[in-house]
């Protein structure tokens, strides 16, 4: 198939980027080809006109690292529901499609080159209390606590989360709720988790607040767009656990 | 090269505890005034830096990715062993050991295989502790499978994505010491040189990947978490960014590179589409539990669809061959197997590189409904990739490089042959020997990072008490020129071909001569197809940009020169070790049945190569390995 | 009360404000509609209801500026979340599209800003007395009391007040059907058992309101419901 791609070109953080019209790379496209694969070959034939490639981030290609990140046609990661965008084929196009290509937007996720994001600030969430303080050695045995299935089940749920960004790019408020709120129910579900839970769930939040992501209005993009399904109900949790500690914690 | 492994003595099960005892300690007010510079973020890399840091060493990690979440241990599937014995099914330490040395086809050390099976129990009592969600009975009691053939159910996994938990959990550690203080992370960082000083590993250099600043880094320690070379054969399972760059610079500086021709072909993989296809994708093993592997009997048939095909003109040649273990014979006879029919010609799909496997009979058997509760997520990812629908058609298989025994060389105490210099996780040699058991790799990262590197490392820096030297230090300074120079080499060649194209042009000539079968002449072939097309890289590779800012052609190029090198040390050393064993399957020895034939009385050891500068010939040492407890046997699956 | 201020000016925090005061503001509207579908039961009864309602006196006016409170903090978090919103995003997609929002949800801010406007008409009209229908203010039936029942009827019976009104229903009832879910997400009000009912109960309440607040003009218009003077 032949496409016609308009892909986001920024040279580096400082520079204000615009699209790039491409048609003459993008013919005779396989459909078998992964997203990822068609801008490897726009790359290839880039490269040997005297061009350079559109840089984006990829790694595993198997849709679970979360590296990739790209706003394809307005929806993070594609048109493909629970896929990423290493893992969306081009079967989901025909032959004369016109494909935008967008980098995750987001003040908190400043544009490095072209697709290609910074997305530390999830990690700086995570830092603020996204683990259980035991140091290694002191564990007891993993038997020692009896966990319910369904609440390993739960925890599990929220801790399939890739930290990919899709939910903050979707969210029409670049709010991080989804990411913080699947983290800290992971946590917090677990009986491990629950020593920590109410100072987690103020530090989290406050670090997501202090990097500058927006608020949630509930518009549950966040839970369209996340190529592990996390569901928003994990919202409600961490909205509840943060009052609860608010109010409670001294 | 001194390749002492520093066994300690005593009974087998008492080695470790032996060794610990004799180590010497650091004060724990001394241990903050030593700097350790850790090499990757994955589960060996984590958790150590997680570990050191929490004892109060100043640790300085660094990952190419963006996040150290995303180190390719994430992309792991199956699950984790351990010899917890929960399953009250006749599982033991002694037994996870003994089956990992036979499944390693006696080229592994018995102390360290050992030691792996005591501490893999800790591992998952850390692992719970920190969070992971492990699969869990409805009593609450931790759910145990088992896999890979093996006898017991001493697997512990968590749904389809155990390496994404421990990674996660290991990051939770990680992410509480950076907050401390007590690690600093460096991403987007790529480590070009290591820097040693008097004999010592003293430091690297690194590529700072946004800015494209060249940076010294000194400490008392280097520990190279850096992960496996899957990635020379282009197409693998690996993650793209998966390199070889800081093993091989480590090997440039000293360190012997044991058994670099141990590769692990992975038999269910989807397969090649087409000349754009930038990696392969595993599915879990378990399908051939119930699915059927076959190809057409007549080559005329390969072109049809399989159900156009009758039931005799289908041959199910596993279940013909062994019958006894039929679809569920180990990885690399599977894998060996659909390469000898692809070979016949009787291979299937676009390409001719697959073959069936089918879920019919099994639907059939079983209802769609039990088949989808089993597999209802391979099936999904399956119809993702490739537009067919497993339930009505046959899925296509074929093998694909997955895992690489090979690595550093290290003692027991995962020390490499340049003193301060340690290895862990899939970046070493040690435990595997030449072929790898199912859900063994993630046991082996997080026990070289969580339980062996902290008592190991105190011991170095506790009784050789090395001196950390300034990175403005001449031979820091020269590192890093030689760095600024190779990247304007690079930059400045200016010839036609992409990067890219120069990497798949590898990967083929590694896959067809130094894949899942091998043989002498092709070997020999390969070592002259090899450095022409280095010397063609070199002359003819087109690097666009500049190395001032991020410039991800100039990534690739820097690893590609290096796979590029490092694909002839992994030809040498395939050709050297004449025999076949484990993963690595000479052709010349095999059974009358097609079997790897083992030559222990000559190769029972471990190959180690040395690095003799530029232009000349590496040289081979070997380090013995005896087996004490493990009998000698083969494997026999008819 | 570091605490307190913290807590209410942190992103969970400014959504608790929200759904509280939205709560408070939800449980007016479903009492004064109560109150004034006493229309239908005739002049005497919602006339007297109404000097009920202003014999409470002190409690009046309590409610009234808990209501007042309400409807400002409602305002000045809305105001400054979609400031904080929208400075989280500075650089925009060109191509946006969207799976789960619903019209309800992407409009909130002008729901509201519609239901503000339509808010001071409605004081002026018929609590203050001011704007285009004074006269109907002023009149008392026959036991002297305020004749809210005439007020209403001759108001609603101005075509365009009617549509107005009826207008302004219909933006309240988008809003309250994303706003009266949301506030249960808010809050953290969830259990899987019960998600279900908590996702109809917008559009629930918000077409009784719908409902219920426009059966009022309409029978008016239609000539169900006839002023006595």
Redesign the interface.
């Known amino acids: 198939m032949n496409l016609t791609l308009y892909v986001w070109r920024q040279k580096d953080a400082k520079d204000s980027g615009g699209f790039e019209k491409y048609t003459d790379e993008c013919k005779d496209i396989s459909e078998h080809m992964s997203f990822l694969e068609l801008l490897d070959v726009v790359n290839e034939r880039l490269i040997e006109k005297g061009k350079m490639p559109i840089a984006f981030d990829s790694d595993c290609r198997e849709g679970i690292c979360g590296t990739c990140s790209m706003v394809i046609n307005g929806r993070p990661h594609g048109p493909w529901k629970k896929t990423t965008a290493c893992q969306l084929h081009m079967r989901a196009f025909k032959d004369g499609d016109v494909i935008y290509i967008e980098p995750w937007r987001a003040k908190s996720f400043p544009v490095l080159q072209d697709l290609m994001v910074d997305r530390k600030a999830l990690d700086d969430i995570v830092q603020a209390g996204g683990y259980i303080s035991t140091n290694c050695g002191s564990a007891p045995d993993a038997n020692s606590v009896q966990i319910g299935k369904e609440i390993a089940d739960a925890a599990m749920d929220a801790a399939a989360c890739i930290g990919c960004g899709a939910c903050v790019a979707a969210c029409p408020n670049a709010s991080a709720m989804l990411f913080t709120a699947a983290k800290i129910s992971h946590m917090n579900t677990l009986p491990q988790g629950k020593p920590e839970a109410g100072k987690r769930t103020l530090d989290m939040v406050n670090a997501m607040d202090q990097a500058g992501f927006g608020n949630c209005s509930n518009h549950l993009e966040c839970e369209a767009a996340c190529p592990k399904d996390i569901k928003a109900t994990v919202i409600a949790e961490m909205n509840r656990a943060y009052a609860k500690a608010s109010l409670t914690k001294r | 090269m001194n390749l002492d492994a520093k066994i300690p003595e005593g009974p087998i099960a008492e080695k470790w505890e032996n060794a610990k005892f004799s180590y010497k300690l650091v004060n724990p007010a001394n241990k903050r005034k030593f700097d350790i510079i850790i090499v990757g973020s994955g589960l060996a890399g984590g958790?150590a830096a997680?570990?050191l840091a929490?004892l109060g060493y100043n640790v300085a990690c660094f990952c190419y990715?963006?996040?150290?979440?995303?180190a390719?241990s994430?992309?792991a599937q199956g699950g984790i062993n351990a010899a917890?014995n929960?399953q009250g099914d006749g599982d033991s330490v002694y037994r996870l050991f003994y089956d990992t040395v036979k499944g390693g086809d006696y080229r592994s050390r018995e102390a360290n295989v050992y030691r792996l099976a005591q501490v893999s129990r800790?591992i998952?009592?850390?692992?719970?502790?920190?969070?992971v969600?492990?699969?869990?009975?409805?009593?609450?009691?931790?759910a145990n499978r088992s896999f890979g053939g093996a006898q017991v159910s001493r697997t512990f996994y968590?749904?389809g994505?155990t390496?994404?938990?421990l990674l996660?959990g290991v990051?939770?550690?990680l992410?509480?010491q950076?907050?401390a203080g007590k690690v600093t992370?460096f991403?987007r960082h790529e480590m070009l040189e290591m820097v040693t000083h008097e004999g010592r590993a003293a430091g690297i250099v690194t590529r700072d990947m946004?800015s494209g600043k060249i940076e010294s880094h000194a400490g008392h320690s280097v520990i190279m978490a850096s992960g496996g070379y899957g990635n020379t054969f282009y197409l693998s399972?690996n993650?793209?960014?998966c390199n070889v760059t800081a093993s091989y610079r480590a090997y440039k500086k000293g360190a012997g590179f044991a058994n670099p021709c141990y590769t692990q072909i992975h038999p269910t993989c989807i397969p090649v589409?087409?000349e754009?296809?930038?990696?392969l994708?595993?599915m879990s093993e378990s399908l051939r539990n119930d699915g059927r592997i076959w190809v057409p009997k007549n080559k005329e048939d390969c072109k049809k669809k399989p159900e156009q095909i009758p039931e005799e003109d289908r041959d199910y040649y596993l279940e013909r061959k062994y019958p006894a273990f039929g679809n569920l014979v180990p990885r690399d006879v599977a894998s060996r197997n659909a390469k000898l029919m692809c070979d016949e010609g009787r291979g299937v799909g676009?390409t001719g590189f697959g073959v069936y496997l089918d879920f019919s009979d099994a639907i059939q058997r079983l209802g769609k409904k039990l088949v989808e509760e089993r597999y209802g997520n391979l099936f999904e990812?399956y119809e993702?990739?490739?537009?067919d629908d497993p339930y009505s058609t046959p899925m296509k298989i074929y093998p694909a490089v997955h895992y690489t025994m090979g690595g550093l060389w290290v003692d027991y105490n995962l020390q490499s042959t340049v003193p301060g210099l340690f290895v862990l996780g899939e970046a070493n040699f040690s435990d595997h020997g030449a072929n790898r058991l199912g859900a063994s790799a993630l046991m082996q990262g997080l026990a070289d990072g969580?339980?062996v590197i902290?008592y190991t490392l105190g011991n170095y820096l506790g009784s050789e008490k090395p001196e950390k030297i300034s990175t403005d230090h001449a031979v820091f300074k020269e590192a890093e020129k030689s760095c600024k120079d190779r990247i304007e080499k690079l930059l400045a060649i200016d010839g036609?071909r992409?990067v890219?194209?120069f990497h798949k042009e590898l990967g083929l000539i590694m896959w067809e001569h130094c894949g899942m079968a091998r043989n002498e002449s092709g070997l020999k072939k390969a070592l002259e197809l090899i450095p022409a097309l280095r010397e063609e890289f070199w002359s003819d590779v087109?690097v666009?940009?500049s190395g001032a800012?991020?410039n991800?052609?100039l990534e690739k190029a820097g690893r590609v020169a290096d796979f590029l090198e490092f694909g002839e040390i992994m030809c040498r050393d395939a050709l050297t070790r004449d025999e076949s064993c484990g993963g690595h399957f000479r052709e010349e020895h095999q059974t009358e049945e097609g079997e790897a034939k083992r030559v222990d009385e000559k190769f029972s050891h471990a190959a180690v190569w040395e690095y003799k500068g530029e232009g000349n010939e590496p040289t081979r040492h070997e380090e013995p390995m005896t087996f004490e407890h493990v009998k000698f046997s083969s494997r026999s699956y008819k | 009360m570091s605490w307190f201020g913290k807590y209410i000016r942190s992103s969970v925090g400014a959504k608790h404000l929200m759904a509280i005061s939205g709560l408070m503001l939800v449980g007016f509207v479903l009492a004064h509609m109560l109150g004034n579908l006493q229309i239908f039961k005739g002049q005497a009864a919602i006339n007297a209801y109404a000097v009920q309602l202003k014999s409470l006196g002190g409690l009046l006016w309590i409610m009234r500026g808990g209501l007042v409170l309400a409807v400002l903090v409602h305002i000045f978090s809305a105001i400054r979340l979609s400031m904080l919103n929208s400075a989280a995003r500075p650089v925009k997609y060109k191509k946006v599209k969207t799976d789960k929002s619903s019209f309800a949800s992407r409009t909130m801010l002008w729901g509201g800003i519609i239901i503000v406007l339509f808010l001071v008409f409605h004081l002026a009209q018929l609590t203050l007395g001011g704007g285009p229908l004074q006269e109907n203010f002023n009149l008392v039936d026959e036991f002297g009391r305020h004749d809210v029942y005439n007020m209403t009827v001759l108001g609603f019976k101005n075509v365009a007040v009617s549509a107005s009104y009826i207008v302004a229903m219909l933006a309240l009832c988008i809003h309250l059907s994303h706003g009266v879910t949301s506030l249960f997400q808010s809050l953290g009000l969830n259990h899987p058992k019960y998600n279900g009912m908590i996702a109809m109960a917008g559009p629930a309440i918000a077409t009784l309101v719908l409902i219920g607040n426009c059966s009022m003009p309409i029978a008016v218009l239609a000539g169900w419901v006839k002023a006595t003077v």
């Open positions: 958790s997680a570990t929490e990715q963006d996040s150290p979440r995303r390719h994430i992309a917890k929960y800790n998952i009592d850390q692992a719970t502790a920190m969070g969600p492990f699969a869990r009975e409805y009593g609450g009691t931790l968590a749904r994505q390496g994404q938990q996660l990051y939770a550690g992410s509480r950076i907050k992370m991403t946004v399972t993650a793209m960014g589409s087409g754009y296809q930038s990696k994708t595993l676009a990812m993702r990739i490739t537009g969580y339980f902290p036609k992409t890219d194209s087109r666009p940009g800012n991020l991800q052609s």
